[in-house]
């Protein structure tokens, strides 16, 4: 069965850090690049990151740029996404997604498989 498990989500207040991790089982994980999506509530869905299958390239969404950071572990089948100097509009389910392609040179994303999602709220 392909599988996505995020874990790591949880209360934090404004400024402070979590990171979140997803394990995947049931497909070549080093084949595919990796996404994290986000929903706030009462809102759509928005693309946060994406890794590439190799870990050599990540891009990110002009929301987060340069306070949260995407890696990956193939060897553990595992993506993270460290969040830094968080802030309450960050605030949402987190969702690891697999892409169908393995690289992000392109603006496109493929998502085929998603996981559960893990809450992070970003309160004092």
């Known amino acids: 069965e392909v599988q996505l498990v995020e874990s790591g989500g949880g209360l934090v207040n404004p400024g402070g850090s979590l990171t979140l991790s997803c394990v995947g089982s049931?497909?070549?994980?080093?084949?595919?690049?990796m996404n994290w999506v986000r929903q706030a509530p009462g809102k759509g869905l928005e693309w946060v990151s994406a890794?590439?299958?190799?870990?050599?390239?990540?891009v990110y969404a002009d929301s987060i740029q340069g306070r949260f950071t995407i890696s990956r572990d193939n060897f553990n089948n595992t993506v993270y996404l460290q969040m830094d100097s968080l802030k309450p509009e960050d605030t949402a389910v987190y969702y690891c997604?697999?892409?169908?392609?393995?690289?992000?040179?392109?603006?496109?994303?493929?998502?085929?498989?998603w996981g559960q999602g893990s809450l992070v709220t970003v309160s004092a």
């Open positions: 049931g497909f070549t994980f080093a084949d595919s690049a």
């Open positions: 997604a697999k892409d169908a392609i393995a690289t992000v040179n392109g603006g496109d994303r493929y998502l085929e498989i």
């Open positions: 890794i590439a299958w190799n870990g050599f390239r990540s």
